[in-house]
T-cell receptor
Framework: SAVISQKPSRDICQRGTSLTIQCQVD?????MFWYRQQPGQSLTLIAT?????????ESGFVIDKFPISRPNLTFSTLTVSNMSPEDSSIYLC????????????FGEGSRLTVL | AQSVAQPEDQVNVAEGNPLTVKCTYS??????LFWYVQYPNRGLQFLLK????DNLVKGSYGFEAEFNKSQTSFHLKKPSALVSDSALYFC?????????????WGAGTKLIIKP
């Protein structure tokens, strides 16, 4: 198993600012993903974080708004740029070691509120 | 198209009674199936998975799930519910033939166990 730490755990941000969320894994993971979740709702995949290359974004998410870095197999960042109240959500980092099974480990999430 | 359905938004069970949380899926190939649990204000935790083999799989906290290929279902069960089982439960599926390792998530079912 892997333990994933995210920070910040929560933040209150002003409209128009940007915030970077950090995700640290205690062991190397093959796959890393960033999700968005409204409280009590399902997960929406933002992107797959690829080590050493550009992330792969899902429909509706773009690099200019959600730039992602993944410099190595244990660390990734997600930036939420030029925030608006619609970006208020929980952002979850996840990682997987079993490329053939899809079992994922999740961070505790970063709850962002944009005023 | 691939999809996961959790037909119940909420399931209420008395403590000590058996519980079932339903999940059906649709994939073009053979499925990998997962259950995750999310406790309030926490990230998701892996409960169990079906990859191949025995249709009845056992997981954490006394949960089990049965893969039924003909009904394309993977219902989560527990013989005797505990109040501490109250949480949000997500079913997820991955098509074995899909090389991008992404999971398709259900909408989630809120499980409430009453003392």
């Amino acid at each position: 198993s892997a333990v994933i730490s995210q920070k910040p755990s929560r933040d209150i941000c002003q409209r128009g600012t940007s915030l970077t969320i950090q995700c640290q894994v205690d062991s190397q993971v093959t796959m890393m993903f960033w999700y968005r979740q409204q409280p009590g709702q399902s997960l929406t995949l933002i992107a797959t974080a690829n080590q050493g290359s550009e992330a792969t974004y899902e429909s509706g998410f773009v690099i200019d708004k959600f730039p992602i870095s993944r410099p190595n197999l244990t660390f990734s960042t997600l930036t939420v740029s030029n925030m608006s109240p619609e970006d208020s959500s929980i952002y979850l980092c996840s990682g997987g070691q079993g490329v053939d099974t899809g079992e994922l480990f999740f961070g505790e999430g970063s709850r962002l509120t944009v005023l | 198209a691939q999809s996961v359905a959790q037909p119940e938004d909420q399931v209420n069970v008395a403590e000590g009674n058996p519980l079932t949380v339903k999940c059906t899926y649709s994939v073009s190939g053979n499925p990998y199936l997962f259950w995750y649990v999310q406790y309030p204000n926490r990230g998701l935790q892996f409960l169990l998975k079906y990859i191949t083999g025995d249709n009845l799989v056992k997981g954490s906290y006394g949960f089990e799930a049965e893969f039924n290929k003909s009904q394309t279902s993977f219902h989560l069960k527990k013989p005797s519910a505990l109040v501490s089982d109250s949480a949000l439960y997500f079913c997820a599926v991955r098509d074995m033939g899909n090389s991008n390792y992404q999971l398709i998530w259900g909408a989630g079912t809120k499980l409430i166990i009453k003392p």
